[in-house]
């Protein structure tokens, strides 16, 4: 078998995974589709295959994970894309989230500050079906001010606080959905662009992610 198949065997075990999500309060239906179609077992380590359709964070190397089904549908849901936004992920990890942003709208950069993880993804994204994306790396704690201005920012990594640049790089109308705490427990945090100046601060419920390094992040 190909290391790159699909069985019928995954597609049941996504579709389950989606029923799980939804018992546990994700009700928008295009994330649930996501879910149902992106082949998470794909951007795993080998080793891992056989739980990649479990509601679990594992880990993909250089210290870091592909954050947990529930947290990722959670995320992608505050973020309410349409199919125009322009969005930017930071933390491409393993490339997982970007291919559920990917099947939401076309319009998607994502980027890396782990050089080792940015190389490895930005090989393997094309075979995976999600080529799609502008892949990036660096400090995505200061956003991607070239391709600013953004519809959405997704932040895969708890912040200390919230990073200005990334406030700064919202379309008016843009969301900022962003983890933010300390190095035990993030509250999930949505802020809204409603003006120039006006920014519309919303918390959810409480995740525990790897820190987000950088400028405006933990020291590394
Ligand atoms: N979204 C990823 C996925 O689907 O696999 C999971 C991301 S993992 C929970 C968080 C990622 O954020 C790690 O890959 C880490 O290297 C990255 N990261 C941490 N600080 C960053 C920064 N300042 N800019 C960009 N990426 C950062």
New binding site residues.
């Given amino acids: 078998m190909s290391p790159l198949s699909d069985t019928y065997r995954h597609q049941g075990q996504r579709r389950a995974l989606a029923r799980e999500l939804r018992r546990r309060g994700i009700h928008d239906e295009r994330v649930l589709a996501a879910i149902s179609t992106v082949p998470r077992h794909l951007?795993f380590e080998p080793a891992f295959e056989a739980h990649a359709y479990q509601d679990k964070?594992f880990p993909?190397g250089?210290g870091?994970?592909?954050?947990q089904p529930y947290t990722?549908a959670f995320q992608t849901q505050l973020l309410g894309v349409r199919p125009t936004d322009k969005v930017l992920?930071?933390?491409?990890?393993?490339?997982?989230?970007?291919a559920v942003l990917l099947k939401l709208t076309p319009h998607v950069d994502s980027?890396?500050?782990?050089e080792k993880?940015y190389a490895r993804t930005r090989l393997r994204l094309p075979a995976l079906g999600a080529g799609g994306a502008a892949l990036h790396c660096?400090?995505?704690?200061v956003g991607l001010p070239g391709r600013a201005p953004f519809d959405g920012i997704l932040v895969?990594?708890g912040a200390p606080g919230l990073p200005p640049a990334l406030l700064r790089q919202l379309q008016i109308g843009g969301r900022l959905v962003i983890p933010v705490g300390d190095n035990q427990t993030q509250r999930m945090v949505r802020v809204t662009r409603e003006g120039p100046e006006s920014f519309v601060r919303e918390e959810f419920e409480d995740f525990r992610?790897?820190?987000?390094?950088?400028a405006s992040?933990w020291r590394a």
């Fill in positions: 951007f964070a993909i250089e870091q994970t592909i954050s990722v992920e930071v933390g491409t990890g393993s490339g997982y989230q970007c980027i890396e500050f782990n993880l660096g400090d995505g704690s895969t990594a992610f790897v820190p987000l390094l950088g992040g």
